[in-house]
């Protein structure tokens, strides 16, 4: 069974930075893909950013040249950090890896993102 272990999440004032972190349990290897949606209340859940396999990154217009979304093999992590925090970046940060055979997607338990004006 698939875990994935987020942390990182926090209060910070706008223009701060935050840095999260998604731990799986194992190899990230196994996975096509891992990322980050998140979601606002009222919101519907977005995608944020994601990594494949072989390091090809995605981004949402919302967040490109400020979230930098990363992985460090060895300690099975995927990591976003996120920089000019704009209030409209709080949300809940959820982390997935996603793999293909049998299609099927990994959530983490979701870890709470708040930027104060």
């Known amino acids: 069974q698939v875990q994935l272990v987020e942390s990182g999440g926090g209060l910070v004032q706008a223009g701060g930075s935050l840095r999260l972190a998604c731990a799986a349990s194992g190899s990230i290897f196994s996975f096509n893909a891992m990322g980050w949606y998140r979601q606002a209340p009222g919101q519907q859940r977005e995608l944020v950013s994601s990594i494949t396999k072989a390091g090809r990154t995605n981004y949402a217009d919302s967040v490109k040249g400020r979230f930098t979304i990363s992985r460090d093999n060895a300690k099975n992590t995927v990591y976003l950090q996120m920089n000019s925090l704009e209030p409209e970046d709080t949300a809940v940060y959820y982390c997935?890896?996603?793999?293909?055979?049998?299609?099927?997607?990994?959530w983490g338990q979701g870890t709470q993102v708040t930027i104060s004006s």
């Open positions: 997935y890896a996603a793999v293909l055979l049998p299609p099927n997607n990994y």
